[in-house]
């Protein structure tokens, strides 16, 4: 897959007659602060094409890029975001809940974001298994592998594999532009 343009379309909160269109739906979702807005940019090769953020809990509404005219990426807010307060995490939670679970879209694959020198966490657990509930197309990025000791990467790498089971996990750095075409031919074979 090469990507050849990208531009944002819209922010939406509520349904929307673009998510009807037709065009294919690859979505982002993870934890607050995973890098799930700099993982689009470096696909797109555009440095603030989603906007970023060294603060958790940027990204607030479904984000929409439309790539080279016949598909969108799709960003969500973050989950698990500790310090923001209640109702701020409910309205969010609740965004990411109906585009995923609710609403009747299908989108073509749901990239799963976790922070590798994290690890997996249990929030990023409960996702996984929702998602395969819903029997979305799940991938996982293992985001921010330039963060992890060298030492330490094999160990990292094989516990995050041995927990999400069956789904392929690929080892990711939007800052050193790791994992890129390994990420696209996952979701688009190619
Ligand atoms: P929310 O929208 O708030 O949920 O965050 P997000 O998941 O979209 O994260 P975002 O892309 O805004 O990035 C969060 C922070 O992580 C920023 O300071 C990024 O520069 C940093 N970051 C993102 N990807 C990487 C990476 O591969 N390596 C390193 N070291 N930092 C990264
Ligand atoms: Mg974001």
Do not use: C
């Not at 009747?104 to 409960?126: C, H, P, R, T």
């Amino acid at each position: 897959m090469n990507i050849k343009s990208a531009k944002f379309v819209k922010g939406i909160l509520a349904p929307d007659y673009i998510l009807d269109d037709g065009k294919p739906q690859v979505a982002f979702i993870g934890r607050s602060n995973v890098g799930k807005s700099s993982v689009i940019n470096s696909l797109v090769q555009q440095k603030n094409l989603a906007r970023t953020s060294s603060y958790p809990g940027l990204t607030q509404e479904v984000n929409l890029f439309l790539i080279n005219n016949v598909f969108y990426l799709v960003d969500l807010p973050g989950y698990g975001f500790v310090e923001s307060s209640k109702s701020a995490r409910e309205r969010l939670a609740k965004l990411v809940h109906w585009y995923l679970f609710e609403s009747l879209y299908k989108q073509q694959a749901v990239v799963i974001i976790i922070d590798a020198s994290i690890g997996l966490m249990e929030n990023d657990v409960d996702m996984i298994l929702k998602l395969e509930k819903k029997e979305k197309n799940i991938f996982i990025v293992a985001n921010k592998v330039d963060k992890i000791k060298k030492s330490e990467y094999k160990m990292k790498l094989q516990d995050i594999q041995e927990r999400v089971g069956h789904h392929v996990v690929i080892p990711f750095s939007a800052k050193k532009r790791i994992g890129i075409k390994e990420l696209l031919r996952a979701i688009f074979g190619k």
